[in-house]
């Protein structure tokens, strides 16, 4: 009878490995590229870094790191490398999308790697997949501001943006309160709501609005005037920016079910168009919920986008601390002959799981989540 396990893939003893970043920036990437880097050389091998993720890979522009291009990086915010978007499997051109993920080979050939390290979140997890399907040794860290990966307990960066946002709803609080305004905090986090929660409730707003549960506007404004009723004129919403009405995100779920199933290039087209006609929509997402929210209470509203801020500048010591983990122990499993795989953390415990198992598997906020059951005994009104 055939074993249902795969043998494992034999490896020559590593000599020279590669690393890039890709997708949105985070704190703590240097710490994790510092990481990689100085535990492989302290092995005696080379490492190269791909300048601006898939893009310097297709376009081969990399720089050797050296244990001096690695002093000093601890603390600074971004990734010294540089990043991108680019999808090796579809790159976007004037004339359509290609598949350019031939070329990387070539690239991962000619500079005789070893490994290569991907640090990025979900689309980097799509990208890394389908690029391991090509034959390249890969492996990848989980980084992303939002904390959306699943299989690791946290991302690089959330730590940092997550204090970010807090401190910034704490300084939206004395100015809400001197003027009797409600103020709406926007907080990144397309998908899921980690962020806005987690900022949320350690900033004590009164309303947190996450895209995993859709909000009825005249719930919020209700919580809104109770809490005028017992004297207190004004309030913070901590809104995700993938935060939706009910209605939109029917609206929303009804396009995304007609595109899957859509057939043809034609129908695929169409399906498209209402969906990024959605998306253009809820760019003003949250100015129409302020102007809402103000006809339906008589408050004052003032919208605040907290933006790129909460990606920029120092990591705090947790993302230095999980950067570091993340990316000696990493060094370590490829020595050990690991491939295919994503280097998570969980508590103290460094967990590896097949890059196919996460890819596409988005980490929400389940709606039992022990936060989610905090805030409802606070009394903080979550949009249902
Ligand atoms: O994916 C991380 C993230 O910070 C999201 O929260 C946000 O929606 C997105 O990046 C915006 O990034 P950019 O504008 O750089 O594409």
């Known amino acids: ?12 003893k590593p000599k020279r490995i590669a690393v890039l970043t890709a997708g949105g920036d985070s704190p703590g990437l240097n710490a994790a590229i510092r990481g990689i880097g100085k535990t492989a050389i302290s092995k005696g091998w080379t490492v190269i870094g791909f300048r601006d993720g898939f893009l310097g890979m297709l376009e081969d522009r990399w720089v050797e790191l050296k244990k001096e291009d690695l002093a000093g990086i601890l603390t600074v915010g971004g990734t010294v490398l540089g990043t991108s978007r680019l999808k090796p499997h579809r790159m976007e051109t004037p004339n359509g999308s290609v598949d350019v993920r031939d070329k990387l080979v070539a690239t991962y050939k000619r500079h005789k790697l070893d490994a290569l390290v991907c640090i990025g979140g979900g689309g980097t997890h799509k990208n890394a997949l ?24 946290s991302t690089i960066g959330f730590a940092t943006a997550l204090e970010i946002a807090t401190e910034a709803i704490d300084r939206l609080h004395s100015t809400a309160h001197s003027h009797h305004r409600i103020i709406l905090a926007e907080i990144m986090g397309h998908r899921a709501g980690w962020l806005a929660l987690g900022a949320g409730l350690a900033g004590g ?22 809490r005028v009723a017992r004297g207190t004129k004004f309030s913070i919403v901590a809104v995700a920016e993938g935060a939706r009405s009910i209605e939109d995100t029917q609206a929303y779920e ?10 043809g290039d034609a129908q695929k087209r169409v399906a498209k168009t209402v969906l990024d006609k959605l998306d253009a929509e ?3 997402n949250i100015f129409r919920l302020a102007r809402q929210l103000h006809s339906l209470t008589g408050l004052d509203s003032r919208v605040s986008i907290l933006g790129y801020v909460q ?17 000696t122990a990493c060094v370590e499993m490829i020595d ?19 890059i196919a198992k996460v890819a596409g598997n988005l980490k929400l906020v389940p709606r039992d989540h022990p936060l989610i059951r905090s805030a409802r005994h606070l009394g903080t009104n979550l949009g249902d």
């Open 1 to 12: 009878m055939k074993s249902s396990k795969q043998k494992p893939q034999k490896f020559r």
């Open 130 to 153: 389908k690029l391991a399907e090509k034959g390249l040794r890969i492996l990848k860290l989980p980084k992303t501001i939002d904390n959306d990966v699943a299989h690791t307990d």
């Open 205 to 226: 707003a009164d309303v947190i609005l996450i895209p995993e549960i859709p909000y009825d506007v005249n719930r919020i404004a209700a919580a809104i005037k109770r």
């Open 254 to 263: 009804t396009a995304q079910r007609a595109g899957k199933s859509a057939r």
């Open 282 to 284: 809820h760019e003003d």
């Open 311 to 327: 990606r920029g500048g120092t990591p705090s010591y947790r993302d230095r601390l999980l950067g570091t983990r993340l990316g």
């Open 336 to 354: 050990a002959g690991k491939s295919g795989i994503m280097v998570g953390s969980d508590g103290d415990r460094i967990t590896a799981t097949p």
